[in-house]
């Protein structure tokens, strides 16, 4: 078994997180619409003509910032996935977009040093194995004064849908030393790592907002198992403990079914920060 959280996300990112993100991406874009515009007006609003996305995903956050770049600059898309760089490829040549996508691990990928005048990432920070020296590699892709603009999760206990999916999932115990999606999640930890990879200015700002699981239970339950700690916290269980868990998870994505969907709870820091 995998023990290092590069090697386990690396492996689900290309297996079956990746491939449930593919068969979700219409879940997704609906999901993240508002942080998308979030960051593309982050892009209007600064100035930046060169835009680094991280952890880019099926790329719409990358195609977001393209469009509202235009003809001025340019939005490129880091992800480790080859799934979801494939997908994110194939989307923008459909939308004859300029984005442009690299299959690489943002923490050790040699960019050009000063290439950026922004980097954003929309939950794709949380997994580095050692942030100040991705931060770092990160800050180094930045222009002097280029800023970086991210959206990370808080503690776990701060959001609904992971206390929910945790509770339901109780059979599978927690792995130590597994992916930790909630381990920015603390201002000062952020604030710690940044100023130690370089950056100054460092700002967090709450956001809440609800977060789209899909049309309906059973959607919302596909979804749901293609999480990387539910994959493999059922993974641990024998059948009839995963059966339990599964039915557990159904009941409680019913509870929170309306007639707009599936929705929970969730709380974000929208954290700022720029290279000297």
Do not use: K
């Not at 990928?109 to 290439?115: D, I, L, N, V």
């Not at 792995?175 to 990879?197: H, K, M, N, R, Y």
């Not at 919302?220 to 339990?244: E, I, K, N, Q, S």
Request: proline fraction near 4%.
């Amino acid at each position: 078994m995998q023990n290092n959280p590069n090697e386990i996300m690396a492996a689900a990112w290309n297996g079956v997180s990746g491939r449930a993100w593919v068969d979700e991406q219409q879940l997704l874009d609906r999901t993240y619409e508002s942080i998308e515009r979030l960051l593309a007006g982050e892009a209007l609003a600064n100035g930046a003509r060169q835009v680094l996305d991280i952890g880019c995903g099926s790329g719409a956050t990358t195609l977001a910032v393209a469009r509202a770049l235009g003809a001025r600059g340019r939005a490129t898309g880091v992800d480790i996935s080859a799934p979801l760089i494939d997908l994110a490829q194939a989307r923008a040549q459909r939308e004859g977009s300029a984005a442009r996508f690299i299959r690489a691990d943002a923490q050790t990928h040699e960019f050009e040093p000063g290439s950026f005048d922004l980097a954003i990432s929309r939950f794709g920070v949380m997994f580095f194995d050692d942030p100040v020296a991705a931060f770092a590699n990160i800050g180094r892709s930045l222009r002097h004064s280029g800023r970086l603009v991210m959206m990370v999760w808080q503690a776990a206990e701060r959001n609904e849908w992971e206390v929910a999916i945790r509770a339901a999932l109780a059979d599978g115990g927690t792995e130590p030393g597994g992916p930790d999606p909630f381990s920015l999640g603390q201002p000062a930890t952020v604030e710690a790592i940044l100023g130690a990879a370089g950056f100054a200015g460092i700002d967090l700002t709450e956001a809440r907002r609800p977060v789209y699981y899909g049309p309906d239970v059973p959607a919302a339950l596909a979804w749901v198992r293609g999480f990387t700690r539910t994959d493999r916290a059922l993974r641990r269980l024998d059948a009839d403990a995963a059966t339990r868990a599964l039915d557990r998870l159904r009941d409680m994505l019913a509870a929170h079914a309306s007639d707009d969907g599936i929705w929970m709870d969730s709380r974000t820091w929208i954290v700022t920060a720029r290279r000297p």
